[in-house]
């Protein structure tokens, strides 16, 4: 039987062993900086590998920088010994019910590159689409998150001189105000490990929205860039996010709002469409009773001259004139042979009384699968305000207890988005900046009016919310407090108002905290402890900790979604659980006897986990691997 990790990937050392699998003879070894010899890579054999310019030092080149970039890097491939403890009190089954985990949804409550790096193994190329809406850095952005990527405020003031002749700060460094020496260095800090691991969770066609304002647009784009690839960049849409004028605004009013778009792989998306409206097939009709429906014409009149393109300069002949037409400068859009199938199908529309100098060609609403080219400018009438969306919440919430909430609208409008040619009904949607958790709400009201599964994943630090707050005074202590009541209203809205067609709509969540690992800290000492040392402990297993929040954490180590069926039942005694119908079987009780191992063996599960000490003796220890080998050989075991 196998011991368990149960901690995050290393990717630094992944992408190490990947290296020195690439180029063998580039691996060496080296003194660390504590004089012990370790393995490294030669960097002047890999140059002379790859064959490539290698810019160093001083040297010039292009290169988007800030101070603890690479302490960025590193922290984004850096391992973390933590969990998702499950809250039962706080999830919801997918019919409303409180307390039950029927559903496919999840909120996790932490900071969000905890919650990443808990996710990446487990959701690899897992998740469709994700949507963020991250501090957009305006001088009055208050950055609870305490990454370890840069030195400490309290640091960064010393060194920097920032105090008094009392020596008390000058500035608060929670508040990532102007007067902040790190004002961009701190929100890029922030940023980019995130955006690094988020971009694994995408799959190989998945998209990333990203909504900011223009203080750091440009920086996003730059870091986008380097996380994604410039040629991944997809669009920048802009949002109109209110009607009115301010006023108060000293210069000019700003009523839009960008949203940027990136693939994970641009050549992997050979379309994007929006789902038509009614506004859109308004231009369809049928005035001379066409059989294939309802049509508008389009210009058959290229753009390129004769002389660009030669092929498609041919003339055409007028059926009701029966005179030959040739455009005097401009070529036709098609090849004579499609022209000529456009003939023989009654494609060419030459106006109403036939008066046009240069026939049309037929495009049928049948023919349009459902779905248009989007565009990069979103009005106000399809994708919301700022103003209607807080007058929804405030509706929904009974007080206003958020400030600037996104539309729904907007949300269902990014996840509805049609790619390569598929539904996209039943995609994962993830969004860790969740903020009033508009993004989950957007994901229930799409699915209850298309019948679709999409299934939404949340992720909010559990921000204290200021006690002189609405918020606060309505008794909601944390933001995590608000999101989780407005899943739980909106999903009883959506109901209420289509009885009939939601019968089955998920609008339940499983509710996660992120914590410290279930293992005792000797679990996770340096390399240089022992297993042998590690046996000596009877249980390193933290006593406080469920046999509940063993299986989640087992569960993301072995890569199995969060979302997967739970049952639990008793065999010979003991509690077992059943994942995912059985691929998971995972008895954490001890004193597990023969017939113990022997009933989940029969079961053949893809996988069966236990705990290390929990065998009732040394016999049942020696007997395991026979019991496993005889009546499920092809079950992996594995204890923690």
């Known amino acids: 039987m196998e011991k368990m990790n149960m901690h995050t990937p290393d990717l630094a050392k992944e992408n190490y062993e990947k290296l020195a699998a690439l180029f063998p003879n580039a691996v060496t070894e080296t003194k660390d900086e504590n004089g012990e010899t370790v393995r490294a890579i030669d960097a002047d054999v890999l140059r002379s590998e790859i064959a490539a310019t290698v810019v160093e030092g001083t040297q010039e080149r292009y290169q988007f920088t800030w101070p603890d970039k690479r302490k960025s890097v590193v922290l984004a491939n850096q391992p973390i010994a933590k969990t998702l403890r499950l809250d039962r009190e706080k999830s919801v089954g997918r019919d409303g019910t409180p307390g039950s985990i029927d559903t496919e949804n999840i909120y996790i409550e932490g900071d ?35 990454d370890d990527s840069s030195i400490s405020g309290e640091e960064f003031a010393e060194r920097s001189g920032q105090r008094d002749d009392d020596g008390n700060l000058l ?5 990532n105000n102007e007067s902040n020496g790190r004002f961009h260095t701190d929100w890029l800090n922030m940023l980019y490990p995130r955006l690094r691991i988020a971009k694994d969770l995408l799959t190989n066609d998945g998209l990333i929205f990203i909504s900011i304002d223009e203080g750091e647009s440009h920086n996003l784009r730059k870091v986008c860039d380097e996380v994604f690839g410039e040629e991944n960049f997809v669009v920048q849409i802009i949002w109109e996010k209110r009607f009115t004028r301010s006023n108060n605004s000293k210069r000019f009013t700003t009523q839009t709002e960008p949203i940027i778009c990136y693939a994970k792989s641009i050549s992997e998306i050979q379309s994007i469409q929006e789902k038509r409206n009614d506004k859109a097939d308004s231009i369809y009709s049928n005035p001379d009773n066409d059989p294939r429906g309802p049509w508008t014409s389009v210009s058959y009149v290229n753009p390129a001259l004769k002389e660009q393109r030669p092929n498609l300069a041919y003339p055409i002949q007028n059926p009701y004139t029966h005179e030959w037409v040739n455009h005097p400068t401009n070529a036709w859009k098609y090849e004579k042979g499609t022209y000529e199938k456009h003939v023989a199908e009654n494609r060419l529309y030459w106006g109403k009384n036939k008066e046009n100098k240069y026939p049309r060609l037929k495009k049928f609403l049948s023919e349009m699968n459902g779905g248009m080219v989007p565009v990069d ?19 929904l919430l009974g007080r206003k207890i958020f400030d600037f909430p996104k539309p729904v609208e907007l949300i269902k409008r990014i996840i509805s988005l049609i790619i390569n040619d598929e539904n996209n009904k039943d995609d994962i949607i993830l969004d860790f900046f969740s903020g009033s958790a508009t993004t989950a709400n957007a994901v229930m009201q799409l699915n209850a009016e298309d019948g679709g599964n999409r299934k939404f994943i949340m992720v909010q630090l559990p921000e204290v919310c200021d006690e002189k707050s609405e918020a606060y005074k309505a ?7 608000i999101g989780e009541e407005r899943i739980r209203r909106a999903g009883k809205k959506i109901k209420e108002e289509s009885p009939l067609t939601t019968t089955k709509l998920d609008i339940g969540f499983r509710v996660f905290k992120v914590d410290s690992s279930n293992m005792e800290d000797v679990y996770y000492r340096p390399a240089d402890v022992k297993q042998a040392q590690l046996d000596l402990f009877a249980d390193n297993i933290k006593p406080d900790r469920t046999p509940e929040d063993l299986l989640f954490q087992v569960m993301l180590d072995l890569g199995i979604t969060l979302s997967s069926s739970v049952d639990e039942e008793m065999l010979d005694g003991r509690k077992v659980f059943s994942v995912a119908d059985g691929y998971l079987i995972a008895c954490f009780d001890k004193d597990v006897t023969d017939e113990t191992v022997k009933a989940i063996a029969k079961r053949h599960p893809f996988y069966a986990v236990f705990r290390d000490s929990g065998m009732a003796n040394d016999s049942v220890m020696a007997n395991f691997e026979q019991i496993f080998e005889t009546y499920s050989p092809q079950t992996q075991r594995k204890v923690l």
């Open 112 to 146: 969000n590159l905890d919650a990443l790096k808990l996710l990446q193994e487990t959701y690899l190329g897992k998740v469709k689409m994700i949507y963020i809406d991250p501090p957009y850095n305006t001088g009055s952005d208050a950055f609870v998150y305490d």
């Open 171 to 175: 500035f608060d460094m929670r508040t």
């Open 377 to 395: 400018l979103w009005r106000r009438e399809e994708s919301g305000t700022t103003d209607l969306a807080s007058k929804a919440l405030e509706e």
């Open 475 to 481: 008794g909601y202590r944390t933001i995590c407090e």
